[in-house]
């Protein structure tokens, strides 16, 4: 009895020790590391829904030894990308939980830290391909064992989104589903389709590029591509470079967290096939025939309930705007405008829908509207959220002319048409907007339509 | 008189060292004399004035020539800078020095520009509340129908004639012509608003509604300002915003609204 008392704190010491020697975190380097240079070190960590939190280091030789490796359930894989300062990705766990609490899955995260922390992202570069070669040998002895690589799934941020499409290609596109999350654009750009990501790499390859201009890749790489604001500056992100270093990577990391709320299902972002995403904000992309019943695709993880079509259509560039922070997704309505005034108007609209103490606010500010008379004016008016049954609208008209007097427009009819609902448009008749000032009015439902 | 005499010499000196001296030195001397206004650049005969004036206006403030030169000789470095200060500050016209001058024409222009823009802006005129109602001449008639459910069909609604009757419909009238009326887009055409008749269902209201229009437009009025599209939902939006007042007499059913 005696002696228990001075055992059993021992016993716990070491129950608790052993567990943490079991939990396996992802490599944490830091800027040293990356200045010396690193060289290629892949760790393999295994979640499962019995283990979300702590990871288990999986061998490379024999990976589906460990009894926490089910060959039954689907295995998806996380790929991060170039690591500048060494540390480890702030998403890791977000994305390993979401994918978790989604569906039952191996979720294996590749930390190959050794190797993307590096000041010389060249040297990252060349490591894509050893890696890729590590991890297709891995693959292979999956397959082996029993596991279907249709069942596969890699998703690829930046760097990691060629390393998928290299594994992808050396597999023979025998891998199920690649997601790459804006693929890296140095040193990528202008390569043949054998030296990046393309369609070929897997049976379905979907692709989001946030940041096209600076660190992702500009041309489409999947079978469908989905450029978020145009895939150039993200909402809410540092226009100047006196913000510090999230003025680099935020637009790039906004597609990391893109994808993480889409997988929340917080709340669907349809995505718009366009030729250009100026062409999209003027509201001339909004036919989603060519989809049939599901309409046009609904960006993110779901997107596999379009993978038939989409396969059939080839590759398909599409659109769509989010908000500035989570969550993320728009709701769209089609508004058209016809005025009465004798000379042509030029200006922004201004529109709130507002439904008890709910208020969604869209500014059509990307570039200046035209009102002629007699002539509808079509404008794609882009709500921050989604607001279930309008009561009430505000407008207001503003033309940014602080010298000029101050105009009038006068509305004849505006109808506001919910593009992602199917529900009746609602119309207003005979509305004077005085220049900068909101008015609020009562929409009637729409009847009929002559001009 | 020895100023004066003094001046003179100075100017007889400074005529020959200008002669005897490179470009230089003539082109330093030159703006001391055409700051003072005459506009006088080169030495004539008449120097000799321009410096007594010179000696006058600016007194003791202001260095003789030769002292001038001596000074620029001893700091060429320096010329540049000091000739502009000096231009600035060199008095123009009575208390006014050049560098006044300058801000109160650049105040000057601003005031220019803020006036003109007020002016701009009072006295600008919106083309579309202008219009010549003595043009206006081609009708334009539309008919229908509304309900008043919370009104009891009594005979009084039987003839238009009974007070009853021509009560209510004088309210009607004026409660469209009202809304026509101040209507922005329709105001200027809506003539006169009707009640005809008074059928049975609860009580079913008939009105006639009349507008004029300019023959030249009338196409294009037709289809749009004009339209029965316009003037139809014009009313039927006014009776939804009526809401709050479901359960008064007056009280119009929006759903119940034809027109024709």
Redesign the interface.
């Known amino acids: 009895m005696f002696l228990w008392q001075y055992l059993a704190p021992f016993l716990l010491i070491t129950i608790q020790i052993c567990r943490a020697q079991t939990c396996e975190d992802f490599t944490d380097l830091d800027l040293s590391h990356a200045f010396i240079g690193t060289s290629l070190r892949i760790k393999l960590l295994l979640y499962t829904r019995e283990n979300a939190t702590c990871g288990i280091l999986l061998s490379h030789t024999n990976p589906t030894a460990h009894p926490q490796f089910k060959l039954s359930r689907p295995t998806t894989f996380v790929i991060h990308g170039y690591r500048p300062t060494g540390s480890p990705p702030n998403w890791i766990h977000n994305i390993t939980d979401m994918l978790l609490s989604r569906d039952d899955m191996n979720v294996i995260v590749v930390d190959w830290n050794h190797g993307a922390a590096n000041v010389n992202y060249m040297k990252a570069v060349e490591n894509t391909h050893k890696a890729a070669d590590n991890l297709t040998a891995l693959m292979k002895k999956l397959q082996e064992h029993g596991v279907s690589l249709s069942s596969v799934h890699l998703i690829g941020v930046s760097l990691g989104a060629h390393i998928s499409g290299f594994i992808g290609a050396s597999l023979n596109s025998t891998i199920g589903r690649i997601t790459a999350l804006d693929p890296a654009g140095p040193l990528f750009t202008g390569k043949p389709p054998e030296d990046r990501l393309d369609p070929t790499d897997a049976q379905f390859v979907d692709v989001l590029h946030t940041d096209i201009d600076a660190l992702g890749f500009r041309e489409p790489l999947g079978h469908i591509d989905f450029y978020a604001n145009g895939g150039t500056d993200q909402p809410g992100c540092p226009k100047t470079i006196f913000s510090g270093g999230s003025y680099f990577k935020c637009d790039h990391q906004r597609s990391v967290f893109l994808y993480l709320d889409s997988e929340e299902q917080k709340c669907a972002s349809r995505a718009y096939p366009c030729t250009s995403y100026s062409d999209y904000m003027d509201g001339q992309c909004l036919n989603c025939d060519r989809f049939g019943t599901a309409g046009c695709p609904v960006f993110g993880y779901d997107i596999t309930k379009w993978k038939d079509v989409l396969l059939n259509l080839g590759q398909t560039k599409t659109y769509f705007s989010t908000n500035k922070k989570s969550p993320f997704c728009m709701t769209n309505y089609v508004v058209d405008i ?1 005025t ?4 042509i108007r030029w200006g922004y609209i201004t529109i709130k829908l507002h439904s008890g103490s709910k208020e969604a606010v869209a500014t059509i500010d990307h570039k200046v509207s035209k009102f002629k008379k ?1 002539t509808q004016t079509k404008l794609l008016a882009q709500f921050d959220k989604d607001v279930p049954s309008v009561k009430k609208i505000s407008l207001k008209f503003t033309t940014g002319n602080v ?6 427009l ?1 509305v ?2 505006m109808r506001l048409t919910p593009i992602e609902r199917k529900e009746r448009p609602l ?6 907007l005085p220049e900068n000032e909101e008015v609020t ?2 929409p ?1 439902p729409c ?5 | 008189m020895t100023s004066k005499t003094n001046a003179m010499d100075n100017i007889q000196l400074q005529n020959t060292n200008t002669n005897g001296n490179d470009g230089a030195a003539h082109v330093d001397i030159e703006p001391v004399a055409a700051g003072n206004g005459e506009g006088q650049g080169y030495p004539t005969e008449r120097d000799g004035l321009l410096a007594r004036q010179a000696n006058a206006g600016n007194g003791e403030t202001m260095p003789s020539p030769h002292e001038v030169e001596a000074q620029r000789r001893t700091n060429p470095e320096k010329c540049a800078m000091c000739r502009i200060k000096d231009q600035l500050n060199e008095k123009v016209f009575g208390v006014f020095r050049l560098w006044m001058i300058i801000v109160l024409i650049l105040i000057a222009i601003i005031v220019v520009i803020v006036v003109s ?1 007020t002016l ?2 009072v006295l ?1 005129e ?3 509340e202008k219009f010549d109602s003595s043009l206006f001449d081609v009708p334009l008639y539309f008919n229908g129908s509304f309900r008043l459910p919370n009104q009891d069909f009594t005979e009084d609604f039987l003839s238009l004639s009974s007070n009853k009757s021509q009560e209510v419909a004088a309210e009607l009238q004026q409660k469209l012509a009202d809304l026509y009326r101040t ?4 105001g200027r055409y809506f003539s006169t608003a009707e009640i005809y008749d008074f059928r049975s269902g609860s009580v079913i209201a008939e009105y006639k509604l009349a507008f004029v229009m300019p023959a030249d437009e009338q196409d ?1 009025l037709r ?3 004009l ?4 003037v139809y ?2 009313l ?2 006014f009776l ?2 009526q ?1 709050a007042e479901e359960s008064e007499l007056m009280y119009i059913d929006p759903g119940s609204l034809t027109m024709y």
Do not use: G
């Not at chain 1, 119309?427 to 004077?432: A, G, H, N, V």
């Not at chain 2, 209507?183 to 329709?186: D, E, T």
């Not at chain 2, 339209?227 to 316009?230: A, D, H, L, Q």
């Open positions: 016809v009465w005034n004798q000379e007699f010298l000029k007097p101050k105009y009038k006068r004849l009819r119309c207003r008749y005979d509305i004077l009015f009562r009637i009847e009929e339509y002559n001009f | 823009m701009c802006t600008y919106d083309v579309d209507s922005p887009a329709l294009q289809n749009f300002t339209s029965r599209e316009m939902n014009v039927r939006q939804y915003d809401e």
